[in-house]
């Protein structure tokens, strides 16, 4: 059964902090490419940083380059968002996704049930 965890949201203060948590099983997670997304009310959901398989490339959406980094552990099956300077924008549910290519090209992929973050003083 294919799990996606996230975890460590929360409410904080402008130019605070938040690193969250994203544990899977199910799949294999060492193929797969993993990202962040978030959606704030009223709003489409949007990239917010996507990492390689190996951890070796990683890209930012615009707003959130020099604040967040995404990061990923292959042998925790878990991934990394450490959001810094946050501000009240950034306030959204914050999903993990997965997606990897089996035999065939054929292309997986998986979401999980999200986080709220909500930055407000």
């Known amino acids: 059964q294919v799990q996606l965890v996230e975890s460590g949201g929360g409410l904080v203060q402008p130019g605070g902090s938040l690193r969250l948590s994203c544990a899977a099983s199910g799949f294999p997670f060492s193929r797969s490419d993993m990202s962040w997304h978030r959606q704030a009310p009223g709003k489409e959901r949007e990239l917010v940083a996507r990492i390689s398989s190996n951890g070796g490339r990683t890209k930012y959406a615009d707003s959130m380059k020099g604040r967040f980094t995404i990061s990923r552990d292959n042998a925790e099956n878990t991934v990394y968002l450490q959001m810094n300077s946050l501000k009240p924008e950034d306030t959204a549910v914050y999903y993990c996704?997965?997606?990897?290519?089996?035999?065939?090209?054929?292309?997986?992929?998986?979401w999980g049930q999200g986080t709220q973050v909500t930055v407000s003083s």
């Open positions: 996704n997965a997606a990897w290519t089996a035999a065939w090209d054929k292309v997986y992929t998986y």
